[in-house]
T-cell receptor, first 112, second 114 residues
């Protein structure tokens, strides 16, 4: 799996959009970008994933640059419950490589 | 569905004792993963199963660790003998074999070995 780089921590005001960056300059053509988050004392939770097109679901939006070397997870209206560690993971799917490799992630703190 | 169920939620034991952690996957999910989380090493994959068969156990740290999945509804992770450095939160996760999208994680078992 390609290596990812994320800021260690970020702050965001409640109600504002939280934009979490991720660099993955060594990503290969068949690797997807996945985002998970881990709220304190809970198991990780899937957020969203994408290959090259921008994606949106009920939780967040994922913007992937055209060269696919970086991406941004956007939480459009952050709430206090969004305070968590956010993990950007780049991986192929299937072919026996089914486990997730977690980095250190970004600790997002939503300020009231 | 109740989600992934793990038991016990907390376990405190003494060095040298056998520890067994349990996981009940979401019904119909045919992939099951065991992860361990520590402050030093973060979240790391230990082993995973597909249709009850171990596929990759390269993350299992030592022979003291073993995992089984006797049927589609149950898996165990056993540590024998336990050591203080095994103290961690152990997560079980499962996913549907038809979808690569997401793994569903259980609440974890916090293990403390004294």
């Amino acid at each position: 799996d390609a290596k990812t780089t994320q800021p260690t921590s970020m702050d965001c005001a409640e109600g504002r959009a939280a934009n979490l960056p991720c660099n993955h300059s060594t990503i290969s053509g068949n690797e997807y970008v996945y985002w998970y988050r881990q709220i304190h004392s809970q198991g990780p939770q899937y957020i969203i994933h994408g290959l090259k097109n921008n994606e949106t679901n009920e939780m967040a939006s994922l913007i992937i640059t055209e060269d696919r070397k970086s991406s941004t997870l956007i939480l459009p209206h952050a709430t206090l419950r969004d305070t968590a560690v956010y993990y950007c993971i780049v991986r192929v799917t299937g072919g026996g490589a089914d486990g997730l490799t977690f980095g250190k992630g970004t600790h997002l703190i939503i300020q009231p | 569905d109740a989600g992934v169920i793990q038991s016990p939620r907390h376990e405190v034991t003494e060095m040298g004792q056998e520890v067994t952690l349990r996981c009940k996957p979401i019904s119909g999910h045919d992939y099951l993963f065991w992860y361990r989380q520590t402050m030093m090493r973060g979240l790391e994959l230990l082993i995973y199963f597909n249709n009850n068969v171990p596929i990759d156990d390269s993350g299992m740290p030592e022979d003291r660790f073993s995992a089984k999945m006797p049927n589609a509804s149950f898996s165990t992770l056993k540590i024998q003998p336990s050591e203080p450095r095994d103290s961690a939160v152990y997560f079980c996760a499962t996913r549907d074999g038809l979808s690569y999208n997401e793994q569903f994680f259980g609440p974890g078992t916090r293990l403390t070995v004294l």
